[in-house]
């Protein structure tokens, strides 16, 4: 089983410029997260798709955008770059695990990011 | 609002032995999970362990161990007999609402 996937590794753009970083998810799964990872910010959570919807977002700018596509993948749109969008980008895909009491919860598996540089 | 703390922004081992990182969250759920992530310096998240918090007891993958303690709040990791394979960014996370909270991570060295 194919793990989730993201391109390009390495992005680098300018000021005000606009930035589209790429997703699939493990084969055959509906949900993308995107999360940030930015330096002395830590990981936070920005945007949850399933099933071509948004389902949540977290506490950022509407320039922060996506879409998901029928196939599951999915692209994250950075509108008007500022410097401080410089981070590394990482998507997850969650497998569920499933048990006798659970109501079906999800561990969530990372991919490799996509570093974003801002100049 | 669900918060993850990490107090402990570096720790080092040495190769061979025991180390513990310490997390604490706070939550108001009585059913949520927590994750130990792993992040090398190639920077790929690699989930490490999971605990559901409905089960009392402890949840272990080999060398990896956690200390759960509901009642406190309190998540920790114990890496034993540590390899420098296991050297990294530690992140305690917990489920919240369909997507992950993290602490701010423990940097661990571990020394040969």
């Known amino acids: 089983e194919a793990g989730v996937t993201q391109s390009p590794t390495h992005l680098i753009k300018t000021r005000g410029q606009q930035a589209t970083l790429r997703c699939s998810p493990i084969s055959g799964h509906t949900s993308v997260y995107w999360y940030q990872q930015a330096l002395g910010l830590g990981l936070q959570f920005l945007l949850w798709y399933d099933e071509g919807e948004e389902r949540n977002r977290g506490n950022f700018p509407p320039r922060f955008s996506g879409r998901q596509f029928p196939n599951y993948s999915s692209e994250l749109n950075v509108n008007a770059l500022e410097l401080e969008d410089s981070a590394l980008y990482l998507c997850?895909?969650?497998?569920?695990?499933?048990?006798?009491?659970?109501?079906?919860?999800?561990?969530?598996?990372f991919g490799p990011g996509t570093r974003l540089l801002v100049l | 609002a669900q918060t993850v703390t990490q107090s402990q922004p570096e720790m080092s081992v040495q190769e061979a032995e025991t180390v513990t990182l310490s997390c604490t969250y706070d939550t108001s759920e009585s059913d949520y999970y927590l994750f130990w992530y792993k992040q090398p310096p190639s920077r790929q998240m690699i989930l490490v362990i999971r605990q559901e918090a409905y089960k009392q007891q402890n949840a272990t993958e080999n060398r990896f161990s956690v200390n759960f303690q509901k009642a406190a709040k309190s998540f920790s990791l114990k890496i034993s007999d540590s390899q420098l394979g296991d050297a990294a960014m530690y992140f305690c996370s917990m489920e919240y609402g369909n997507k992950l909270v993290f602490g701010a991570g423990t940097i661990l060295r571990v020394k040969s």
């Open positions: 997850a895909s969650p497998l569920g695990f499933r048990d006798s009491w659970s109501s079906g919860k999800e561990t969530q598996y």
